[in-house]
């Protein structure tokens, strides 16, 4: 049995949850976000509050049922507050900047790293913060793990991409005779 498919999603005012066919749709004041559905998870709706059951209890279908839970959580909180994830960019003559659906980088390359935001997300880049919000948890955790992975923090200085509340840990660097 699933601790986190057994929980109540309480919804929250002026927020509706509407399953066609194998889609579930969430609308609220933030805007509207959809993710299929796996045919042997079932998804019950009464008054304010929505319940996961897995059709039958099957090693697959109960391993999905807290899975589907959790998104659907996520899905809920999402459309009412945003998701946040921070990137710091340490370095000498690292920076960055956003420039319409773009953000352009330059991290010690002989060249500007340019990559395209997707839709749905807003990025910032003040300094050497970037700041990703956005309903989608799952899209702003996947770009600003794809923003990080072009230049990964380093050990010796501690230069390159990381998250704010990242702690990277430092080596000792060679010792002189």
Known sequence: MSRIGKKLIVLPDKTEV?????VVVV???????SRPLHQSIEVKIEGNTVTLHPK??????MALWGTYASHLTNMVSGVN?????????EG???KSEVKGDKIQLALGFSHPVIVDIPTGLKVTAEKNNIVIVGSDKEMVGQFAAQLRALKKPEPYKGKGMRYADEVVKRKQGKKSA
Request: charged letters at 30%.
């Open 18 to 22: 509407k399953v066609s066919g194998n």
């Open 27 to 33: 609308k609220g004041p933030l805007g509207v976000l």
């Open 56 to 61: 039958k209890e099957t090693d697959n279908s």
């Open 81 to 89: 507050k945003p998701f946040e994830k921070k990137l710091i960019l």
């Open 92 to 94: 000498i003559g690292y």
